[in-house]
């Protein structure tokens, strides 16, 4: 299923951008086992924090490595060269699709508004201009839209990218049954993509949608509006918004942490609290694993993410102590687990448990009552 807002692409750009996902894929499961070798043979067998660091470190004077390493980051250029030709390409189309979109829900900008630093400075996932790029019309959340689906290979919910979503709305389904928000907000929202299936579980609420880049929500709010959803898309800081206290019932993010910064990860958790009415719950979505339990390969991969994909608090993200931050932010009732992906149609076979089944079939979640 797809939408009017998404960038199509023609014969040549599709064959570019099917072509750079193919040679992802075969850096990943064709060369990248001889990789986890070299670094075995290195360090063989041991996962300690300080070891991978060590290893990552000697890894950068094998030529393997430094070869296999240039050509994952370069596909991953060219991956946004192909969907940004594709975008700009139909630019003006897209920005008349957004004033043709029906008059529902809102948009809010904010006069002079500062991105922070971490998202200023760092394209994450290497998006040109990334979030935050106030680019004319809605081009830079297009870019994103259609990026982001060739990027995970339809795994999170094809081009809807609305897999995140329906796992943090089967995770209130399952744990909070009878839990029925009045007003909802999410925090980085991106172009919207997982606002819709919450709110679309709670069709009474309210829903609002935060995010920094002007652009990124005027595509967010017309992607909104073709696909019949009434959300209030807010131009804002997700660590310090400026909502009234208590304003909401139910808080969420879905995979931004790690895009943020340490310090950031705690802020944002505070303000879920400060937001929420007495009552309210706050569900906090991440990838599906934990850092201190990956092996020794796996920390290395980490430690690329966060250097070559300016993914800048990957690590911090997946080694927080959720439960403890939960806590510290005022949560009660504080649930810490891996909640199954939404593969069909059914959401109740989604299960909130301990362990994870791996990337795409299961996110990771923290969830609080106030």
């Not at 980051?73 to 897209?94: F, P, Y």
Request: with cysteine.
């Amino acid at each position: 299923m797809s939408h009017p807002m998404l960038a199509s692409a023609n014969h040549d750009e599709t064959t570019e951008q099917l072509f750079v996902r193919d040679l992802q894929y075969w850096l990943y499961t064709e060369v990248e086992p001889h990789e986890r070798q070299i670094a075995e043979e290195l360090d063989p067998g041991l996962s300690h924090n300080a070891r991978a660091e060590e290893v990552f470190d000697k890894l950068h004077k094998e030529p393997a490595f430094l070869g296999w390493s240039n050509m994952r980051r370069t596909t991953q250029e060219l991956l946004w060269d192909s969907v940004w030709n594709c975008v700009d390409r139909q630019a003006g189309e897209l920005d008349a699709k957004a004033s043709e979109a029906a008059e529902i829900g809102s948009l809010t900008l904010a006069e002079d508004f500062q991105v922070p630093d971490y998202l200023e400075d760092a394209h994450v996932h290497l998006m040109p201009g990334g979030y935050g790029s106030d680019t004319d019309g809605v081009r830079q959340g297009a870019l994103m839209d259609r990026g982001g689906a060739v990027y995970m290979l339809g795994r999170n919910g094809g081009f809807l990218n609305d897999g995140r979503g329906k796992a943090v709305a089967a995770h209130l389904a399952s744990c909070y049954p009878d839990f029925q928000p009045e007003k909802l907000v999410e925090l980085g929202c991106g172009v919207g993509s997982s606002v819709i299936p919450v709110a679309e579980a709670y069709p009474k609420a309210e829903a609002y949608a935060v995010d920094v880049g002007a652009s990124v929500l005027r595509y967010a709010h017309a992607r909104a509006a073709h696909l019949g959803a009434a959300i209030h898309f807010v131009q804002d800081d997700a660590e310090k918004t400026r909502f009234a206290d208590e304003s909401f019932d139910l808080v969420f993010t879905a995979a931004v942490m790690h895009e943020t910064s340490p310090e950031a990860i705690q802020n944002i958790l505070t303000e879920s609290h400060r937001l929420l009415r007495k009552g309210g719950i706050a569900v906090h979505l991440e990838v599906p694993v934990k850092y201190e339990t990956l092996d020794l390969w796996s920390q290395v991969i980490a430690g690329m993410e966060r250097d070559y994909n300016n993914e800048p608090a990957w690590q911090e993200a997946t080694s927080a102590d959720y439960g403890a931050l939960m806590t510290a932010a005022g949560f009660e009732d504080v649930k810490v687990g891996f909640q199954d992906a939404v593969l069909g149609p059914d959401m109740s076979a989604s299960k909130f448990g301990e362990e994870s089944k791996g990337v795409f079939l299961s996110w990771f979640v923290t969830s609080g009552r106030k």
